[in-house]
């Protein structure tokens, strides 16, 4: 057993750490689905476009496009670091203070 599993709190941490990695693996799907659905609205209001009166559909497709690039960066983020979403956890504890604050 190596010494980090012997710390009173490594189960709770593990813990976290898989609650961690299942919110990312949620999220980079429901991105996944939310890419085809802004790229459909993106199509469906370029087809809607009267050319006289486009200011419902030129506000939809700039709308869509924005949250597609937001997508697109949040998703690539995401992927970045689903190996590694996990980086440290910090006790601090003033000299004259039994609590600690655990980050």
């Known amino acids: 057993m190596l010494g980090t599993e012997l ?35 993106i199509k469906d209001a370029f087809v809607e476009l ?6 419902l559909s030129y506000i939809n497709i700039l709308t869509n496009t924005k949250f597609l690039e937001m997508n697109e960066r949040d998703y690539r983020h995401l992927k970045r670091i689903e190996k590694k979403p996990y980086f440290a ?10 609590k600690s604050d655990t980050f």
């Open 7 to 41: 710390h009173p709190d490594y189960q709770k941490e593990k813990d976290r750490l898989d609650y961690t990695k299942e919110i990312i693996d949620q999220i980079l799907g429901a991105t996944e689905q939310n890419k085809d659905q802004y790229k459909g609205n």
């Open 50 to 55: 009267d050319w006289v009166d486009s200011s």
């Open 89 to 98: 956890r910090i006790d601090f504890q003033l000299a004259d203070e039994s």
